[in-house]
């Protein structure tokens, strides 16, 4: 059956429509007048408010840390967790309040753009001398330059627009000198890395079978062929074993298609600056061929079809797959005796562009306490803390933290992995309504999955739709 918008449906469209309410409100009221200068003798506030979400971006490591924070400067953190829903819900409703309560939220890059004007400017702040003699984060060029420039730089009153070279180091001079600003810093950053079971690549009888049957030695896939033979040979019915794993259901199909196209030498954000969707292209039409013939070819779990983040972390941690792509770190049970985790890069095509995104710690522009919030995510996302909080299994963001991984690190090969997947990444479109757009395409990728429709006439489909949804939105 060919999936629509109804079904799942209602509540979604819902909550979708609710945050493109809410994105033109704030974008319509927010004040564009320039912020006063920051008092770097600003009163020092006893607590400091922080609206955080949970696992999405490892509450838990900021948790770790916060302690030190009062040790160091005296000053309380007060830290609210909400999941991801009532958290983006939260945010919206306190800036649509104009609230000063929060001084800091965490900020999610697929709805960041229908907050910004709601952010404060922060160029100001790291161009003060007198802010950042205790602050390491004035360095601001060991950001990881893609994350950071994807992540953070903005300009207010043009959302969509990014900076032209998005590998420049960061630095807040030349940024704001090109006309933007910084709204945030990167704390967070979650991006699409594949775990395979080590033990099963290395097993001798594994590497002569594959040796055999394909005339080549076995070797993780470096390519979308090679990792199409890798799956294939994987999947061992008599172990109970599929090579891979797809989460081609309609809320996750988007991440592992986006990762495709950009691979297939596309435009992986989906939407161009000007308002343009890019998907619907020779390389998106190979691209979603490819996924939907993986998925078809019973290499992958059944159910594969509604597979999402959990069921396919689930599927690999389990013993079921011999590979999988997902956006976290891996332990496998307690039944899965003898095997061990690798990670590598997605594979490539022509291109290259694991699909990535990040949460930034900004500062609310209603504060009355700006100058310690400043001094409060210029600390927690410094060097040094990030390094302290990989012991929770945080996703830095500095290039100096991955650096410094020690290799008796027990995911110092993930974390390798990760930092170079983020250096290649490619990010989400800037809109005020990604969430109902990104929608859209899944539907259009699971339709393919399915056989309900072709690549083509699925993403035909999808694009009209999409730019009803664009133009709706005015973005």
Known sequence: MKITNNGRGTKFRLAAGMAAALSATLLASACSSAPPAPNANAAKPTELRVLYTTDEANSAALASIAPQFKEKFGVDLKIDNMPYDALQQKVFSEFAAGSSYYDMVVVDTPWAPGVVQNLEPLSSYLQNEALNKTSPQSALGDFIPKVFNDTAVYKADSPAQRLPDSTAK???????????????????????????????????????????????????????????????????????????????????????????????????????????????????????????????????????????????????????????????????????KGGTIGYAPTPHGVSTGPQFGTWMLSINKNSKNKEWAYQAISWLTAAEQQTSMTAKALHPTRESVYAGIKKDNPLAGYYDTLGKSLATGVGRARLT????????????????????????DALKAAETKVLTLLKAAGN
């Open 170 to 336: 960061p630095d807040t001079a030349n940024i704001t000198k090109a006309g933007f600003d910084i709204y945030g810093l990167p704390i967070q950053s979650n991006g699409a890395v594949m775990a395979y079971r080590s033990d099963l690549f290395n097993d001798p009888t594994q590497k002569s079978n594959f040796k055999a049957k394909y005339g080549r030695d076995l070797t993780v896939p470096a390519t979308w062929d090679e990792y199409a033979q890798v799956a294939e040979f994987f999947t061992q019915p008599d172990k109970k074993l599929y090579g891979t794993t797809v989460m081609a259901g309609v809320t996750t199909a988007t991440d592992d298609f986006k990762t495709l196209l950009a691979s297939y030498g596309g435009n992986g954000t989906l939407v161009d600056e000007n308002m343009k969707p890019t998907f619907n292209t020779p390389e998106g039409v190979a691209a979603l061929t490819y996924y939907a013939k993986l998925a078809q070819s019973g290499h992958v779990p059944p159910g594969s079809n509604s597979a999402d983040w959990v069921t396919i972390a689930d599927s690999f941690s389990s013993g079921l797959t011999a590979m999988t792509i997902n956006f976290h770190d891996f332990k496998l049970a307690d039944n899965v």
């Open 433 to 456: 309504n990604w969430t109902e757009v990104s929608h859209e395409v899944a539907i259009a990728v699971n339709n393919a999955v399915t056989g309900s429709a072709s690549p083509s």
